[in-house]
């Protein structure tokens, strides 16, 4: 029998006559002629519930019982999953993480899966068993202790268990129906894609953080896991979601597949500090320790001996960035004139696998742009993925007019 | 170093702060010199809302998905209380039941305890670990499930442990300070017993319900395990709470343990029945079939040919006894003239190791009762236990006048 590996999230859960409708969900697709492996979460909220206790009861808590906690949601929600599906006649049984067993690391919290050894499971395949309920998130290590994989990490579970089953494909159950060209709240022409390529979901992280965890998508890239994104709230048909697959699955494609924004940026420019071979590291270096999540970086043209250096983070992150630079700089670290914030800025990207054979992409970009009168303060560009940092004003504009210029509107 | 048992029921751990509360003992008993086995419950509340969730997916539950269902609750707990001992500096971990490994039966939802293998944790405590915390009643089936003991489990665990690893001790901290000669509600008489033989307690089980379950007294008589019942919200002292132990190990005694009752019994005889070998089976065991609790069984003295044949039972279950006789004589099983029932009536007893060595101990209590005009209604007895079955509305008389009677108000 083929295998499908079908996954629901905290949503889909969240309560017993939900877990009903996922499970007839899962009742059609062994009617379908599939074995099945289901990968559940926690009943939404059961898992923050258990994090606030931990926090609450040790601050600096031990990740060893961390995670003894934490993994308690997703046991409970597999053993009612199979009952479920039993009510329904469909021969079904629970596994926890260290009954399949899911092997991990030990780096509790942030385990990474090591190993699936599908053998207990085809077994009871073999026996007539019809579908598999695996709690996600969760695994064991080499001292028998159980550990949690961080979050996002029922989908991980998922594209892990399709990879070791060599499944046909694995379907991602969870509030929205699918990856879109762009937030359908910012313009209401965006559009639902049928496909897209790995590497463009990996770049639109920023539109599909909501959708799929950035690991799980590198996970199936890797193993070439054909990924399904779907809702579990919309009537099933053949062609519903997303299917996130690799480049040559996709016969047809937009050269840009969509327009990824974040809103909450901002732009900081180091002024007049010394052009020196070193200086980036002696910036960059006590801005990760204090936890400074840097994304753009752009180094100006030197003038005589000193330079500017502009960087962008999240807009949260700000002070935290002027406390390091002024740290750094009291310490005899680093030198600058200045340290000017813009916090009023966003970031708006065009993604597409496209770009690589086709030239003009970024100029066309940048014409658009200019045409709407947005001004650009920072570029960068990746071989499928073009960034802009604008003022935030211009937020909705720029995604618009971008969605417009590359007809994203319209199915290549 | 001596080890000792502690388990926490559910109102013990029912808050963080509850947690906290417990762990301050627990760390005490450390600071005592002892390595210690923490057996935790579910917070109070947790299970019973995991069975209703199973109840209402699906109501003939597969019990291998009920156990992994129910089982989370303690999990839970378990690593919390580790955490706050950790907290507190005590060297401390977290075990589920399938890590001890607590070995049972594959009898789920009310498996029996196997095997403890104290080798896993005798090798933590030998490197520094001062406190195991074990999940309570759960374990792990020849198959590798998750099992449950059933209700009372996390005592029957701790009892177990204690067994296993020869613990010094065996401390189960609950909601009251200790068992009492009889329900302080019923007389303020009533005294808090320091020591009591594991056969009084047994039959005693009517007032110990609330405080020990039955199984868990049984398999401490067996390992010859001293138990101790004592309160989790009070002040600790040495001599706190009850000693549940062997009848060497109490010097002195009242010949009376304690008065014990039980209010919603029924009385029902069967009127004419034919006076012949097996007529007690063919009463008793349709009766059993409909789970009718038989306790008192009385047979009249034979009056030609015909005879009367009374029974007790929950005051509840009438109805049921009712339609099994009625269905067995519609089935020629047997025959009776009338079948009366009286549902007024509670069941007084006195119990005692003492009596076994001391004559006049029934008839002083019979004589207690005439004094006060109570009317008795059937008698049995055993070796350590006198029942009487009376009219409801003298329950409270006849159980302060016993109390009276065999000076339970003072220690021996």
Redesign the interface.
Known sequence: MPILVMKFGGTSVAT?DR?RRAAKRVGREVANGYDVIVIVSAMAGETNK?VG??E???PL??A???D??V???E??T???M???L??MDVPA??W?G??VPLKTTSAHAAARIEEIPPANILKKFDEGMKVAVVAGFQGISPE???TTLGRGGSDTTAVAFAAAFEAERCDIYTDVDGVYTTDPRITSKARKLDRIAFEEMLELASLGAKVLQTRSVELAMRYNVKLRVLSSFEEMSDDAGTLVCAEEDIVESNVVAGVAFSRDEAKMTLQGIEDRPGIAAAIFGPLAEAGVNVDMIVQNISDGGTTDMTFSCPVNEVKRAEKAMAEAKAAGLIDFAGLVADTDVCKVSIVGIGMRSHAGVAAKMFQTLRDEGINIKVITTSEIKVSVLVDRKYLELAVQALHDAFGLDKAA
């Open positions: 017993l877990i258990l206790f931990v609450e009861t040790s808590y031990d060893r019982e961390y003894a906690v993994s308690a949601g046991n409970v597999a053993g009612l199979a009952l479920t039993q009510e049984r629970s926890q260290w009954q028998g202790r159980i």
